[in-house]
């Protein structure tokens, strides 16, 4: 199939680019042929983020936005800050909040929803979106540019082999291909590799997010409440924080971040978030309340030294797949849905040129003059100083933002890739979880069923493995199997063989695709790639 545009990822960057096509397209009368490949099941099923989305983009790709109906219903009220000691909250005045905890003029949203949203609207426009079809291969021209992308094939058995409900992928053939396929996007790390696109760049870095959806007693209840907190369950060494975001309709959406940079790999992010549920703050709001869906997804936290380069003949980079989370705002769907536009614009300008396969050089140059580049910019330090540690990072971060307002003459940077920074088990101790309660506390299994996720039994693993022996050989006896503590879904786990030697027991039908184990291996020996389209979570209203 031949366009002018594919588009690969149909999250906040990937429909902001198609939609902003279209519009071009009517504006200047030409007629531009673009479409959306979705490996989730239907738009939003893969969605998932806090959040509190700040609406400057949505408004400049929709002036008429509460016109047309995007669900942005609950502004913030109160923005709180908390320091937790095991027992005691203190909470930070507000005067002495840095700009970017403060959230006036923000929503609290369900992205889930407002990617459903924006899907609408593309295909109003004319955008042709297959959900159901992850883009599972890149394709390439005689000169080495991005051709397109193929999808996977449907049907095939654990094998690999054709099975009767076998139906061969798709090659989609574009001028441009925009990947926007999210946090440690699978063909994006092909792209950075391939073109070098990370040469003279500091080394990424991520944190896993881990979230869970309440619907909480109305007393307990104040729509638009966001409050964000730093310190315990974790200690001062290891970067995290939580967020508890107050819905409309009694709802809220709690969560914890954990940076994948931590060195101690007896620690779970997983086991973190639930423990900081119990905190007398926190868990109050809690008392009565249900649970109604869980997930987890990894975010690109490395900021603007980061950034990989953005273009490459054929396509560029969008979105979370390029990083453009800020992570001192904990937001990054306004980032996401701008950089959709700018390389849609300059994909446009493009093919009005009569242009195709080469470097879309306008777009990184659109973002150097953009109010997102001078967003990031005066952010730039947040992530680096943070991983000091929280006193140290707190100090810093105060000194870079409040007295230099994010203008400090210097640039902190980033020294180790995520993977780099277990330490082996014989120089950590083990932290000792207490068991779930289930009432406010959970285990893994119990929240991997409230996602919705499934994957066809019967299909190859879509977890591989570079090497078979080193989950044993090295992960177990270095250090001691982190793969079952960082994953928070279950799907890893070390097992006796008869002979009572140890194997890692891969349970792929439980992957919530939130990416960690691709990054936080620390030998690399994990890769994630596409399973079937249609596979994964299903999240409603994350």
């Known amino acids: 199939m031949e366009y002018d545009v594919v588009v690969v990822g149909g999250g906040p960057a990937g429909l902001a680019a198609a939609i902003r096509l279209k519009q071009l397209a009517a504006e200047k009368g030409k007629d531009v042929s673009v479409c959306v490949l979705e490996k989730g099941g239907e738009l939003g099923a893969h969605i998932l983020s806090g959040a509190v989305m700040d609406p400057i983009a949505m408004a400049e790709l929709f002036p008429n936005w509460k016109e047309l109906g995007a669900p942005l219903n609950t502004p913030v009220t109160e923005d709180r800050f908390l320091f937790l000691g095991q027992t005691k909250a203190f909470k930070t005045p507000n005067w002495l909040l840095p700009a970017c905890f403060q959230n006036h003029g923000n929503y609290v949203i369900s992205l889930a929803n407002v990617v459903r949203w924006l899907g609408q609207q593309a295909e109003a426009l004319g955008v042709e979106i297959f959900p159901g079809f992850p883009a599972a291969e890149l394709l390439y021209n005689d000169d080495s540019s991005v051709k397109g992308v193929a999808t996977g094939n449907m049907g095939v058995d654990r094998e690999g082999k054709p099975t009767a409900a076998f139906q061969l992928g798709m090659e989609l053939h574009?001028?441009?291909?925009?990947?926007?396929?999210?946090a440690r996007g699978h063909l994006g790390k092909q792209l950075m590799a391939r073109y070098g696109l990370n040469q003279g760049k500091d080394p990424q870095t991520y944190g896993i997010g881990i979230k869970e959806l309440w619907e909480i007693d109305p007393k307990h209840h104040q729509p638009g409440l966001v409050i964000h907190t730093a310190g315990w369950p974790l200690d001062n060494a290891t970067y995290g924080g939580s967020f508890l975001y107050h819905l409309e309709n009694n709802q809220v959406a709690v969560g914890y971040v954990v940076g994948l940079a931590y060195d101690n790999p007896y620690l779970s992010p997983f086991e973190e978030f639930q423990r900081y549920k119990t905190h007398p703050a926190i868990r109050t709001f809690f008392e009565g309340g249900k649970r109604l869906s869980y997930g987890a997804r990894a975010i690109t936290a490395g900021g603007l030294q980061s950034l990989p380069k953005l273009v490459f003949p054929g396509g560029a980079l969008i979105g979370c797949d390029a990083g453009f989370l800020n992570a001192s705002r904990i937001k990054g769907s306004h980032a996401a849905m701008k950089t959709g536009m700018l390389a849609a614009d300059a994909a446009f300008e493009a093919l009005g040129e009569q242009r195709q396969h080469d470097e879309l050089s306008a777009y990184p140059q659109a973002f150097e003059r953009s109010w997102l580049h001078a967003e990031l910019h005066k952010a730039r330090n947040f992530k680096p100083a943070m991983g000091k540690g929280l006193v140290t990072g707190t100090l810093?971060?105060?000194?870079?933002?409040?007295v230099f307002g994010g203008k400090a003459p210097w640039t902190l940077h980033h020294q180790h890739a995520d993977h780099e920074c277990l330490k082996?088990?014989?120089?950590?101790?083990?932290?000792?979880?207490?068991?779930p309660d289930g009432k406010l506390t959970f285990d893994r299994l119990s929240s991997v069923f409230i996602s919705n996720t499934n994957h066809a039994e019967d299909q190859p693993v879509h977890l591989t493995l570079r090497n078979d022996a080193v989950p044993v050989g090295v992960n177990l006896a270095t250090y001691a199997g982190p793969e079952a503590r960082y994953c928070p879904a279950g799907v890893y786990e070390f097992v006796k063989k008869d002979n009572g030697e140890d194997r890692l027991q891969i349970n792929a039908q439980n992957c919530v695709h939130c990416k960690t184990c691709?990054?936080?291996?620390?030998?690399?020996?994990i890769v994630w790639i596409t399973p079937e389209g249609g596979g994964g979570p299903n999240y409603s209203n994350m």
């Open 424 to 435: 082996p088990a014989s120089e950590c101790h083990p932290i000792a979880y207490p068991k």
């Open 174 to 182: 574009a001028k441009y291909t925009l990947f926007a396929e999210g």
């Open 396 to 402: 810093l971060v105060g000194i870079d933002q409040v």
């Open 518 to 525: 691709d990054i936080k291996d620390p030998v690399q020996n």
